[in-house]
């Protein structure tokens, strides 16, 4: 693969800069032949793994007064996620990463429809190596099947509610609903509560 493959785009301008840090990403590119006052830009960038949409987009022909922008950018950024971060531990959660010793490791015949998957650390960025990023309830996917051909499992986060997929590799065991530690067992049954709720909206709606 070429350099120039290799290259990060942004319509015109080559991504030289990037950090990724909490919900959002900050870029900062360069376009050689833009015009006046448009030489680089700073923006945030959203991405769902197919395309990305940039906002917030500054642009200036003054490299240091947009590489300030990214810096200040980045550091508001880190400081919104780490008060984000913080609710665990104001609330008295134990989130200690879990390892292999903490759950049941799985292999490749083992269903996991309904189970409370353990992501590997690895697998999540710096910020989210803790134990209520890890934990999460596989909802489905064709790599949830055993033996399956597939391999993407779609999860719920037992903590936010938030819902994601990853890879089956990317899960590093199971923990079984009576083993899980007090507070997790809590945001479960909110969440099964949640998931019953609009199942009765759902099946109200197709009569």
């Known amino acids: 693969m070429s350099v120039d493959q290799e290259k990060?785009?942004?319509?015109?301008?080559?991504?030289?800069?990037?950090?990724?840090?909490?919900?959002?990403?900050?870029?900062?590119?360069e376009n050689p032949l833009g015009?006046?006052?448009?030489?680089?830009?700073?923006?945030?960038?959203q991405s769902n793994g197919l395309m990305a949409g940039y906002t917030e987009v500054m642009v200036s022909d003054d490299y240091p007064e947009l590489a300030k922008l990214f810096g200040e950018r980045v550091a508001e950024q880190a400081e919104k996620t780490r008060i984000d971060l913080n609710g665990p531990k104001i609330q008295g959660i134990p989130n200690t990463p879990i390892t292999a010793e903490g759950c049941e490791v799985i292999g490749y015949q083992h269903d996991l429809h309904g189970k409370i998957v353990v992501?590997?650390?690895?697998?999540?960025?710096?910020?989210?190596r803790r134990a209520t990023s890890q934990l999460q309830l596989c909802t489905g996917g064709f790599g949830a099947s055993p033996n399956s051909r597939g391999t993407a499992c779609y999860c719920t986060e037992l903590y936010s509610g938030k819902t994601s997929y990853f890879q089956r590799s990317d899960i590093l065991g199971v923990i079984e609903p009576e083993k899980l530690p007090?507070?997790?067992?809590?945001?479960l049954e909110i969440l099964r509560q949640e998931q019953q709720a609009e199942k009765k909206a759902r099946d109200r709606e197709e009569r």
């Open 35 to 45: 015009v006046d006052g448009e030489r680089y830009m700073c923006a945030f960038c």
């Open 119 to 128: 992501i590997k650390q690895e697998v999540l960025r710096p910020e989210y």
């Open 182 to 187: 007090k507070w997790a067992k809590h945001y």
């Open 8 to 29: 990060r785009m942004a319509g015109d301008y080559v991504i030289i800069h990037a950090f990724h840090i909490g919900n959002r990403e900050i870029v900062l590119g």
